[in-house]
DNA sequence: ACAGTAGAAGAAAGCGCTTTCTTTTTTATC
DNA sequence: GATAAAAAAGAAAGCGCTTTCTTCTACTGT
């Protein structure tokens, strides 16, 4: 026992145990009517003897079904996407597919990621945050296969896709600050990550201070890490305190990392500086003082989105596309 | 365009296309020789023409090999399996296999996730949290499936596994804090969640306090929340004030949620209270109060799990049981 | 110039199922 | 009890590959 490769029951073997034909045990199999109850009884008892489970490869091979749908995420790192892969994981479950996960590491990795996903064949596909170029939508399409984007859809109208819309209260809210009189805003961004999203941000941004007088912004580069922006600000603010500043920050993380600089050297949140993050977690809340965001839910993010590519996957899918509002939940590290 | 079910092509219309047989193109599709250059290059143009890509699924039928392993997780709420996910992600992509991952809900759903990852057809399994009972192991080995379990390994010594150890380090811990002199020690268990692992926590504070003299040592069973905790401390702590009372906590997240309980009613961490997560993430250093922890390198875990998986399947592995030590790392929830 | 051999290519079986088409058995009908 | 119709069961092809076994070419050495 142990270690000799047990091979695996097939259905032949049960046909053969049973004395039926394999056709009667891929009926009892799939529940596919005109077995006689006596014989279903027979063959089930068989199946259990020989302990067989029906290979999913063959099957898939008979039926050019696999019941498999790839995943393809940015290296899984923040928060959310944990929140996002539940909500997929989810509905895989219920309507019993094999979700395979890929993941890329930055913009040059996403092709490979490709690949990787289509050879492995795969029914559907679930892209997050399009960091996709036209070659790669193109050898997407050219399978025809069903492909549901998350984020940014400007190159392919025609897959679905589903969005998330920061810009809108994004905008909004820098609309009313600015008329508030805020004059100094700083965003810091990352350009290796989630380049798509954080363009988005900017220009949300920038089209509203481009046509407010005085307003002084500016978009800071640097790595999206909490120790490197912590320490990058503890050492900034030793030298010159915050004074009246509006930060925006892709994720919530930094604006604790930058609240901690602020607040490590005796500076007062949100009195001398303020911190809003654009993509919140739970962390948002934990965090002291707790960061205001912009709240989506990304556990329905998920399951929206995987039920758009079951659906997709059944030929029932109505609405191509899907928008999630994001709105803007003011917390302890702002004055608004 | 676009919406008419295109067929892929296969490898019969290489072929033909080529002028060629199946076997020749088999051949050049698997580097396996005995193909003049020529040939070669005919066939690489004709599948560049075509755009064809071989079918994982009939190639698996063909191979009995299906390069696609299982994950089998816990609902991924918890910030830690982010990183469990990214080792292994990662050592997946190195070795070109494709990870199906399946979650379950709670133990009683643990079976149904077994059926889900063996009829998935993957070669060998990773499960993370071994909630599994002897009926779930057996199932499992039925199919002489590798496999390799993160967590306790009681149940069936025959499996590969990778153990964390929390118990050494927590007892040390403990000992030295009875020493110390303390008195009062708590410890918060979901009895819902990761049943195994907080059997084993307690157990190793058990084995210290049960031969100290006058310690008070509670277990006290309450729902995994930050919310629910947050709640049930703010009023606890507003009717008795924490007084030098020693927390331990399954999770980091527990921690901060009572340390934010306390701290929003002005009580002084550690001097009132003292916290120590067993399990933490980063988020025990974004914190204030930081939060102590037992550390233990989870992308690691994930990869070196991962890893041992690939041995296997590659027919190997030596070591069939690899230990990761955590280490205490105190912050300032804690006097020690 | 000829047997011998290595290299290149093809034929065909087989992987474990599903499914269509037939054939056999059962049941209903007059 | 004979016939039609429905139900149950079987035979066999086919899904898209890999791989073993053959066959066919084109060299090599003598």
Not at 111 to 131: K, L, M, P, T
Not at 160 to 179: G, K, Q, W
Not at 200 to 214: D, H, K, L, M, Y
Request: charged share 20%; with cysteine.
């Amino acid at each position: 026992m142990g270690n000799d490769k047990k091979t695996r029951a097939t259905i032949y073997q049960v046909a053969k145990e049973a004395n039926v034909s394999l056709a009667t045990v891929s009926r009892v199999l799939n529940g596919k009517g005109n077995v006689s109850p006596e014989t279903e009884r027979l063959v089930n008892d068989v199946i259990a003897r020989l302990g067989y489970i029906p290979s999913g490869i063959a099957r898939g091979l008979a039926t050019q079904l696999t019941a498999n749908v790839g995943i393809v995420l940015p290296s899984p790192n923040y928060v959310y996407i944990n929140n996002i892969m539940a909500g997929m994981l989810d509905v895989c479950k219920i309507y019993g597919y094999s979700p395979s996960v890929f993941t890329y590491e930055g913009i040059s990795d996403v092709a490979s990621a490709i690949d990787r996903v289509i050879a492995s064949r795969v029914e559907g596909i679930v892209v997050f945050n399009s960091q996709l170029n036209a070659e790669d939508v193109s050898k997407l399409t050219n399978f025809s296969l069903p492909i549901v984007i998350i984020g940014e859809d400007s190159l392919h109208q025609h897959n679905a896709n589903v969005n998330i819309d920061y810009s809108t209260s994004l905008a909004r809210y820098i609309t009313e600050r600015v008329n508030q009189g805020i004059r100094t805003i700083r965003f810091l961004r990352d350009p290796n990550k989630d380049w798509h999203m954080i363009n988005r941000f900017q220009n949300a941004i920038e089209s509203v201070v481009s046509t407010a007088a005085g307003v002084d912004f500016q978009s800071i580069d640097i790595s999206d890490s909490y120790t490197v922006i912590y320490d990058y600000y503890k050492t900034q603010f030793q030298h010159t305190p915050p004074a009246n500043e509006l930060y925006i920050l892709p994720r919530d993380s930094l604006a604790i990392a930058i609240n901690n600089a602020a607040l490590d050297l005796g500076y007062r949140i949100p009195e001398q500086l303020e911190t809003v993050a654009i993509v919140g977690t739970k962390h948002a809340r934990m965090a002291r003082p707790q960061v205001s965001t912009f709240e989506v839910d990304w556990y329905e993010v998920g399951s929206i989105t995987m039920r758009m590519l079951t659906k997709m996957l059944q030929g029932t899918l109505s609405n191509k596309s899907y928008n999630f509002a994001t709105t803007y939940v003011r917390r302890k590290s702002s004055k608004r």
